[in-house]
């Protein structure tokens, strides 16, 4: 056609370019040169119709364009060398039959091209919904684009659910809070077909959203060379292709999760019955870090609590594992706590670069709400990038909500029994807690010493500073003997400035050391700085020592003491 145009116009050169709308670039689709000396260039990038452009070295003196438009919104660019220009009346004629005549050309085309495609698609969509599961419907998406695109490089951009299949040109999908993102991500997000040009690359990439009826689980990535013609029809194709793929990717994947929810509310019912057996905080903590790490392989896990009746900002609890018992840790809850605080929301990211400095890249952020109420919040965390699934970031939302109401009551649980053991004033055990530890004890235990304690000339500071400052003296006391005892024993008050220590297991010379300590420090430990008097009783297995005689020997022992003058220890 272009040869019998050519003799028509009585030409030595012509040539037929199409034009690129969205690159605002031209592509050689034929050209005739009679004497066989113009080389035209093939690809013109994003410039002006100037002749010097059209050809890579000598050009014809006298170069024409006419503008050809097809049916399909399509525009040709005619090249020819004339030194004289045709009339108008020659070009329109010469317009309106060129354009009827590759109008047809373009139909016809078009026509192959479609029933090429509908027949790729036809038989694609059947062999991908008769697949059973999510590998054989990817593994049939790969074949057909092999057969169709042998020249060009394509991706299936999935999350890590779907991207398991390592033989096949899959990536895994990059979730990211960053602007911009990546195309891929927003044409997963957005559902919407998009072509990404990069001129300096060459290339435009064209991605077409993996989508069913319910959701979108992927994107196709395919790379085209910036020169290659990439018709409507081929568009069509791309998305008609990624939505009949996304519809066969759908039917197996409902199928494998009425599974995977029958297994998950398994999980969830039997980590439930689990978390209402647990008795202690730690023992549920446990429970449920354990389950975290089983289902998501994390590294590391923390259970942050908003505690009123801390000092602090907030308590990280037993069961989180060793990174959050240290420094680090703290840091890394304190920095998600501001963010929690402020947006109220869940944090699920595969490539956090806040935690870079920590070694770690994905992280689970997950608030524990009881009644509308923030209690806190879990910390899941793993050094690979984009590790955690989304599945997986649901399934403990769930776990955490379910979570969260055992927590608060076994908080409050553990807080109530903490209040009727504890004197409400000096924060040390009661009488009645010291004396059920005394009898338990006596009844498996090898041996034991009571401490009694009394604070000397106490009413004087009453008389003298008042009862406030009486009540600051009788918390420093408490606090002195917390101290020195640590976790050797049990510290209680007795009733009003008399205090007593119990210390299982601890011979009797090393106890008389220990009731030695207190009463050094004590004096420096109060202010107005008191002294106080020791009583020390013991038992061993063996003798016939009851609870009440044990009590009597320490107060007769310190009534010794305070009749001998008083600052100072007396043992029976």
């Not at 990439?205 to 689980?217: F, H, K, L, N, R």
């Not at 896990?301 to 959050?324: H, M, P, Q, R, W």
């Not at 840091?331 to 490539?351: D, H, P, S, W």
Request: proline share 2%; glycine share 6%.
């Amino acid at each position: 056609m272009l040869r019998r145009l050519s003799e028509y116009l009585e030409t030595d050169y012509l040539a037929l370019y199409l034009h690129f709308e969205t690159t605002n670039s031209l592509r050689l689709l034929a050209s005739v040169s009679h004497l066989k000396q113009y080389e035209p260039e093939e690809f013109i990038s994003n410039k002006d119709l100037i002749a010097d452009h059209f050809f890579k070295g000598k050009k014809p003196e006298y170069v024409r364009f006419i503008p050809i438009q097809l049916e399909k919104s399509s525009v040709l660019f005619l090249l020819y060398d004339k030194p004289v220009s045709l009339t108008e009346q020659v070009l329109l004629q010469l317009r309106e039959k060129t354009e009827k005549a590759f109008s047809i050309v373009e139909r016809i085309w078009n026509k192959m091209l479609q029933q090429k495609y509908n027949t790729l698609l036809l038989d694609t969509s059947m062999k991908m919904l008769m697949a059973h599961d999510k590998s054989e419907v990817l593994h049939q998406m790969v074949e057909a684009l092999e057969s169709v695109y042998q020249d060009y490089s394509f991706h299936l951009i999935l999350t890590l659910e779907y991207g398991a299949t390592s033989t096949l040109p899959i990536k895994i999908l990059k979730y990211s809070d960053t602007l911009p993102m990546p195309v891929s991500t927003e044409v997963f997000m957005t559902g919407k077909f998009q072509i990404e040009v990069e001129s300096e690359q060459g290339i435009k990439t064209v991605y077409a959203p993996i989508a069913g009826e319910q959701s979108v689980y992927g994107v196709l990535e395919l790379i085209v060379p910036i020169t290659d013609y990439f018709p409507l029809q081929e568009q069509q194709f791309i998305e008609e292709f990624a939505f009949l793929s996304g519809k066969a990717l759908e039917k197996t994947m409902l199928y494998e999760d009425s599974l995977s929810q029958v297994s998950e509310l398994t999980l969830l019912n039997n980590t439930i019955h689990d978390l209402n057996a647990a008795l202690k905080l730690e023992e549920l903590t446990e429970l449920i870090r354990k389950q975290i790490m089983k289902i998501t392989g994390a590294t590391e896990v923390g259970f942050i609590y908003f505690d009123e009746k801390s000092d602090k900002d907030f308590d990280i609890l037993t069961g989180s594992t060793a990174l959050f018992q240290g420094i680090q840790g703290q840091q890394l809850a304190n920095e998600y706590k501001v963010k929690i605080m402020k947006t109220r929301e869940a944090i699920f990211t595969g490539n956090a670069t806040e935690l870079e400095k920590y070694g770690y890249q994905s992280v689970m952020v997950i608030p524990m709400v009881y009644s509308g109420l923030s209690m806190g919040f879990a910390i899941v965390l793993h050094k690979n990038a984009y590790y955690f699934g989304f599945e997986n970031f649901k399934l403990i939302v769930s776990l955490m909500q379910h979570s969260a109401l055992a927590i608060s009551n076994t908080i409050l649980k553990e807080r109530l029994q903490t209040t009727v053991i504890t004197d409400y004033l000096t924060q040390v055990y009661t009488r009645r807690y010291l004396e059920e530890t005394i009898n338990d004890h006596e009844e498996n235990g090898a041996t034991g010493v009571l401490l009694l304690f009394d604070i000397d000339n106490f009413k004087s500071v009453n008389d003298t500073y008042g009862h406030h400052v009486g009540d600051r003296v009788l918390k420093q006391t408490a606090s002195v003997m917390e101290k020195a005892i640590g976790n050797d024993g049990v510290v209680a008050r007795w009733g009003g400035e008399e205090f007593a220590v119990y210390l299982p297991e601890l011979a009797l010379r090393d106890a008389q050391r220990s009731a030695g300590k207190i009463r050094e420090q004590i004096p420096l430990g109060t202010d107005p700085s008191i002294t106080v008097s020791c009583g020390i009783s013991s038992w061993y297995r063996g003798e016939h020592v009851t609870q009440e005689s044990l009590f009597k020997r320490a107060d007769q022992a310190l009534y010794q003491a305070k009749s001998k003058g008083k600052n100072r220890i007396l043992t029976l």
